[in-house]
């Protein structure tokens, strides 16, 4: 079975996500996981799929054929181990301002983990007087670090910034 990252961008409709899951299984097609999105009148999907290799040619053309639709196929690498490293959910919130996406990434960057998902939104927060960011990012941990250890360094940031861990 070969294993793929499907990237699909483009104009939302009704019945898009059906549209999609058809071609799937018209094709042989297993969808595995995903993570879609509606944003400003535009659907936004990763989609991970498996199909045998003998259906893989016709999965890639009816997809590529989904009208409207930018569609970006990529063979995922099954040769990766999975991750033993630990992961962390994330809730962070603050104040909003520009590059403060930038400047989280940066610091968890720099303590060497990794941010493997990322949901963020700005919200109005009429009693407060500006804008509220907040996301949930799931972190994978180096080999030896304690969560806290990232917390403080984010938190270090701005007085403004609570960040919250769950569990993943």
Same mark, same amino acid.
């Given at each position: ?5 499907? #990237?699909?961008?483009?104009? $939302? ?11 799937? =299984? ?9 993570? =879609? ?13 498996? !199909?045998?290799?003998? &259906?893989?040619?016709?999965?890639? /053309?009816? =997809?590529?054929? =989904? +009208?409207?639709? $930018? *569609?970006?196929?990529? @063979? ?5 181990? %999975? /991750? @033993? ?5 994330? *809730?962070?919130?603050?104040? $909003? ?9 940066? !610091? ?7 941010? @493997? &998902? ?7 927060? %009429?009693?407060?007087? !500006?804008?509220?960011? /907040?996301?949930?990012? @799931?972190?994978?941990? +180096? ?14 940031? #701005? /007085? $403004? ?8």
């Amino acid at each position: 079975m070969k294993q793929l990252v499907i #990237t699909i961008l483009g104009q $939302d409709r009704p019945g898009l996500v059906e549209s999609i899951s058809s071609v799937v =299984l018209q094709n042989h097609g297993n969808w595995l996981s995903s993570n =879609l999105s509606h944003l400003l009148g535009h659907f936004a999907g990763i989609i991970q799929l498996e !199909v045998a290799e003998e &259906h893989l040619q016709s999965l890639q /053309s009816a =997809l590529n054929k =989904l +009208p409207k639709l $930018d *569609v970006r196929i990529e @063979t995922g690498n099954t040769e990766i181990e %999975p /991750s @033993t490293l630990e992961q962390i959910n994330l *809730v962070i919130t603050g104040n $909003d301002r520009p590059g403060i996406v930038q400047e989280l990434a940066s !610091v968890i960057r720099h303590k060497g983990a990794n941010i @493997t &998902h990322l949901n963020s939104r700005q919200q109005s927060a %009429p009693n407060w007087g !500006v804008p509220i960011f /907040s996301a949930v990012a @799931t972190v994978t941990l +180096p080999n030896g670090m304690n969560k806290d250890e990232v917390i403080e360094a984010l938190e270090s940031i #701005t /007085s $403004d910034l609570i960040v919250d861990t769950e569990e993943v």
